[in-house]
């Protein structure tokens, strides 16, 4: 029988995987709204001002369904977790409070000129309320970050009686990890906003619909996919060093290091054993872990021996991290080959369109494949090195906990299938309507 | 205790005030608009939603805050409060969650599901009112458990949602015309009714079994400037009755009244239950200075909220101007 401290995890794990998977598309997306927006001012081309009604849209559904799980996950903080706000309340507390203040008043309010506002107001107030809800969906990301990474890297408080008070706020919010976990989130909200776009054009494509307006969408999604992967890299490089310097227990379960060593190698695939603390059928490129963490082939890692009863469980970290590497060059080759594609002919052929749609959801799968490397790789940590989650979570029946974490489990599911059947049913009744436009006799045909 | 450990606990006490008493208006409208929704009338449905869609998401957003101030301020109560309430928590936000995407998808998704949304929406507003309304019966027994304070939850999750059925109304009255705005001023009158029926049991109730709220309304020489309270109450429900009595007017005259009067009610209510507990944040049990989060911490939200907040007032008011008049059909940007 599972008990509270089990049944709370799954339950916040749950939250929390499906709540990211909603503000990672709406963050990016939201700036490429702006950005038809600001072409079709500029160029008074019909066609991108289709590509903003399509994916505003879309964007509207994501932040529905972000803003309800979101609510959801604040009150589990009260809900199943007591002891983490009576424990860093001082300091968690006010930086979820200048979310509310600074960014989620903004984007909610005025999301609704964004979304219905086009006949009351004049364009440029228009397009002023969508830079604004870009501004507060990013503001959003830049706090709730700041206080992860501030539960991953602590600094700036000092506990006096098991409490935490704060020191120093600008040590709390600009901590040691902050700005690449900052960078890394936006980035990879940018690819996952890129992919998206260009699957779901894909699509449309794929399905018959040669409008501008779909091709620009392609476009943008996959030169944008292309600029920034790169950029994403090179972000993640820096991140690793940051958590090696800070969280070394964690690098140690994501590289699979049992015992501290030199020229540590770099584990492509093996199934880490916690039983006899080895990497069973390890397939390994030699120093290639010291390489990458250290930058020169001879340099030392630690190992998870000098962190007993205090890392993470090693699989699950070990196998999210593989997954979000190999999504990261995935996404690599795809959005470089596609940019050759429409540099070359103008639009990428069927087989890489279909790559593309295959691809519409890969930035879900990196996100949250990191987020489970970040946060389970923070245990047995709520608040690294500062306080456990197992001393922290409620005592409420373990019945309860078991009623509600399957309920939200079932609503969740049932909503991640209501928002993919009306993703592509919007997608094909746009499809159906450009096809109309251009020529009528297809009306009502089947498409 | 003196200095900041004592004032800025009831600044924040305040704010947390507001925050709720915000929320329950302008949340409570629409929550009231997806509790009378008729399942028959597609039309109706279609400006019901209309009159809404601008502003539930902001206003969902005032619960955020109301929950955030606790959890900033009062952070051993936050823990008790949603501890004790887990269940009903779940379902005010189960509640929420079915009434939030029920919104958005009813608009995208095929016409065959519209109806299937609408009814998510409607049975979403009920859940999250009645969650509510349970969890204040519950709040302001002070938990102590037991067939009593279990009914006094069931009496408040009628009244609360009956109270937001009634501003729900009174909003259509002013966001709509013609044959729905009649027959939401019909539903406005009936839900008055209910609502006064409701404000009075709790009034009665509520003292009876909490001997400090007894002795805090009914000793001289305060109680007779307490009476004011009630007084008003009743002088804004004979307006209200007298406007709804020759409805409906010439070109929409003073429509505004019952939205105006619902505002005040609430406002009313509002006082009274805070004068009834304060300066406890659990009643009974804990004391805003007892349950008060770091002067350090406080005075470093405090700073940002003097700034913050009127802007977001002042935003909040340019949206509900923009949107003002008659609710029309919503069109994403064509």
Redesign the interface.
């Given at each position: 029988m599972l008990d509270v401290f089990m049944l709370s995890r799954i339950q916040f794990a749950a939250n929390i995987t499906f709540h990211i998977l909603f503000p990672t598309i709406t963050i990016a997306l939201c700036w490429l709204l702006l950005f038809f927006k600001l072409r079709y001012n500029r160029t008074g081309d019909e066609a991108w001002?289709q590509a903003?009604?399509f994916w505003?849209?879309i964007f509207?559904?994501s932040?529905?369904?972000g803003?309800?799980?979101g609510?959801?996950m604040?009150?589990q903080?009260?809900?199943n977790w007591?002891?983490y706000?009576?424990t860093v309340?001082?300091?968690a507390?006010?930086l979820?409070?200048?979310e509310?203040?600074?960014a989620?008043?903004?984007e909610?309010?005025?999301?609704?000129?964004m979304?219905?506002?086009?006949?009351?107001?004049s364009n440029r107030i228009?397009t002023l309320a969508t830079a604004l809800v870009a501004v507060g969906t990013s503001m959003s990301a830049f706090w709730i970050l700041s206080l992860n990474s501030w539960m991953q890297t602590p600094a700036g408080f000092e506990m006096r009686d098991g409490v935490a008070?704060?020191v120093d706020?600008w040590a709390i919010i600009f901590n040691p990890s902050m700005p690449y976990r900052v960078g890394h989130m936006l980035l990879a909200s940018g690819l996952t906003a890129s992919f998206f776009v260009a699957g779901v054009s894909a699509y449309r494509r794929l399905k018959g619909d040669h409008s501008r307006e779909v091709s620009y969408s392609l476009k943008t999604g996959v030169y944008l996919a292309a600029l920034l992967i790169p950029l994403q890299i090179f972000m993640g490089d820096l991140h690793g060093l940051n958590t090696l310097e800070h969280q070394p227990a964690k690098i140690a379960a994501m590289e699979g290091v049992w015992h501290t060593e030199s020229g540590a190698p770099l584990q492509l695939f093996a199934l880490p054993n916690s039983e006899t603390k080895t990497n069973d059928y390890s397939i390994a490129i030699p120093r290639g872990a010291s390489w990458i963490l250290t930058h020169s082939g001879d340099g030392e890692i630690r190992g998870l021996n000098e962190f007993e009863g205090e890392h993470p469980p090693v699989a699950p970290v070990f196998w999210a991290f593989r997954v979000m590497v190999g999504m990261g060059l995935l996404m690599l080759l795809m959005s470089w080959t596609c940019t050759w594609q429409v540099w070359r002919r103008g639009a990428p052929d069927r087989l890489w369109l279909k790559g593309l749609v295959a691809m519409t959801f890969a930035g879900w799968v990196a996100t949250v494949a990191g987020w489970y490397v970040t946060e389970i790789g923070r245990q047995p940590y709520m608040v690294y090195g500062v306080v456990k989650t197992a001393d922290l979570v409620?005592?409420?029946p373990a019945s309860?906990?078991m009623?509600?974490a399957t309920?939200y489990v079932l609503?969740y599911i049932g909503?991640i299938i209501?928002f993919l059947?009306?993703l592509f049913?919007?997608a094909r009744k746009a499809v159906k309507s450009s096809v109309k436009d251009l020529d009528p006799e297809v009306a009502g045909g089947e498409i | 205790m003196s200095g900041e450990a004592y004032w800025l606990p009831i600044i924040f006490i305040f704010l947390m005030g507001l925050a709720v008493l915000i929320y329950a208006v302008l949340d409570g409208f629409d929550l009231g608009v997806g509790i009378l929704m008729p399942m028959g009338r597609p039309e109706s449905r279609d400006t019901m939603f209309a009159s809404i869609g601008p502003f539930w998401d902001a206003n969902e957003t005032w619960l955020v805050l109301a929950v955030g101030v606790l959890l900033i301020a009062f952070p051993t109560a936050h823990s008790e409060i949603l501890g004790t309430l887990y269940l009903p928590a779940f379902f005010l936000l189960f509640g929420l969650i079915l009434r939030g995407v029920a919104f958005d998808f009813r608009a995208k998704a095929h016409a065959d599901y519209q109806l299937r949304w609408d009814r998510c929406f409607k049975t979403g507003s009920l859940i999250a009112s009645l969650s509510q309304g349970y969890m204040l019966g519950i709040y302001v027994t002070g938990f102590e458990g037991g067939a009593l304070s279990i009914g006094f939850g069931v009496l408040s999750a009628i009244c609360v949602t009956a109270a937001y059925a009634f501003i729900g109304a009174c909003w259509l009255v002013r966001k709509t015309e013609g044959e729905l705005q009649l027959w939401a001023a019909k539903r406005a009158r009936f839900t008055a009714v209910l609502m006064i029926v409701g404000l009075i049991s709790v009034s009665l109730v509520n003292p009876l079994i909490s001997p400090e709220v007894f002795d805090k309304w009914f000793t001289l020489p305060q109680a007779l400037l307490l009476l004011l309270i009630p007084f008003m109450c009743a002088v804004l429900f004979v307006v209200l009755f007298i406007y709804l009595r020759h409805f409906p007017y010439e070109g929409d005259f003073a429509s505004w009244v019952p939205f105006a009067c619902a505002i005040g009610i609430f406002f009313l209510s509002f006082q009274a239950l805070a004068y009834s507990y304060f300066p406890y944040v659990i009643p009974g049990q804990l004391t805003i200075w007892q349950a008060a989060s770091a002067p350090e911490s406080l005075m470093f939200i405090l700073v940002g909220a003097l700034f913050v907040l009127p802007t977001i007032l002042t935003y909040t008011f340019i949206v509900y101007r923009v949107f003002g008049g008659k609710a029309q059909a919503l069109t994403y940007g064509d």
């Open positions: 001002l903003y009604r505003v849209k509207a559904l932040f529905a369904l803003v309800v799980s609510i959801t604040s009150f903080f009260g809900t007591p002891g706000m009576e309340g001082n300091i507390g006010p979820l409070g200048y509310v203040l600074t989620f008043f903004l909610a309010t005025f999301l609704g000129i979304l219905y506002g086009t006949k009351r107001v228009h008070f704060p706020w409620t005592n409420t309860h906990v009623f509600t309920a609503v909503l209501a059947h009306t049913y919007l | -």
